[in-house]
């Protein structure tokens, strides 16, 4: 099972977590461990206060309002900006041919001068598994997995994306449960 560029979507057993009602888009996934962002949880800073503490010009900036994202709890102080688009800058990874991940600070210097990609989330911090970790977790139930969706990360709104997540599986908020069990 390769979970790369998929959805992970937190079950209610993680709602005393940094997890809580988290979407979890899944960057990589491999023998050795994986790697996401959390698409929903946003932090203190907006771009606009980003731009501005880098020193980068924010007329530019489509939503400068938009919140700085909670990636997950691992390295909070390292920035990821998730991106469309076919352009690379100096560290960029391949998602899925729709779906980009950069590290380098040339993208936000792009961003600022009108010169970077159409939709873009930037996330301090990221989600990451140590090999077997995360299968683990899906087996104990704290982990939906569902194809990710290019409208769902750039198109909704935060505070819906976890709903909308779970309707993209037919499932309903108040058809979960923390309780589980085995057959």
């Given at each position: 099972m390769n979970l790369k560029n998929q959805f992970l979507i937190a079950m209610p057993d993680l709602e005393e977590s940094p997890f809580d009602q988290a979407?979890?888009?899944?960057?990589?996934?491999?023998d050795e461990g994986a790697m996401g962002l959390v698409?929903?949880?946003p932090g203190t800073t907006s771009r606009k206060l980003l731009f501005e503490k880098l020193k980068l010009p924010t007329d530019r900036l489509s939503q400068p309002d938009e919140p700085i994202l909670l990636g997950g709890p691992v390295a909070p102080e390292r920035g990821f900006v998730l991106h469309d688009g076919q352009r690379d800058w100096e560290n960029t990874f391949d998602i899925s041919e729709q779906l980009k991940l950069t590290t380098s600070t040339d993208i936000l210097d792009s961003i600022a001068h009108g010169e970077g990609p159409e939709n873009w989330l930037f996330a301090l911090g990221y989600s990451g598994w140590d090999a077997g970790q995360l299968e683990e977790e899906i087996r104990q139930n704290a982990w939906l997995t569902s194809p990710s969706d290019r409208a769902l990360i750039f198109d909704q709104p935060l505070e819906k994306r976890w709903q909308l997540a779970l309707n993209q599986l037919g499932?309903?908020?108040?058809q979960i449960t923390a309780f589980h069990g085995h057959a």
């Amino acid at each position: 099972m390769n979970l790369k560029n998929q959805f992970l979507i937190a079950m209610p057993d993680l709602e005393e977590s940094p997890f809580d009602q988290a979407v979890v888009l899944m960057v990589d996934h491999n023998d050795e461990g994986a790697m996401g962002l959390v698409l929903n949880q946003p932090g203190t800073t907006s771009r606009k206060l980003l731009f501005e503490k880098l020193k980068l010009p924010t007329d530019r900036l489509s939503q400068p309002d938009e919140p700085i994202l909670l990636g997950g709890p691992v390295a909070p102080e390292r920035g990821f900006v998730l991106h469309d688009g076919q352009r690379d800058w100096e560290n960029t990874f391949d998602i899925s041919e729709q779906l980009k991940l950069t590290t380098s600070t040339d993208i936000l210097d792009s961003i600022a001068h009108g010169e970077g990609p159409e939709n873009w989330l930037f996330a301090l911090g990221y989600s990451g598994w140590d090999a077997g970790q995360l299968e683990e977790e899906i087996r104990q139930n704290a982990w939906l997995t569902s194809p990710s969706d290019r409208a769902l990360i750039f198109d909704q709104p935060l505070e819906k994306r976890w709903q909308l997540a779970l309707n993209q599986l037919g499932v309903q908020p108040d058809q979960i449960t923390a309780f589980h069990g085995h057959a």
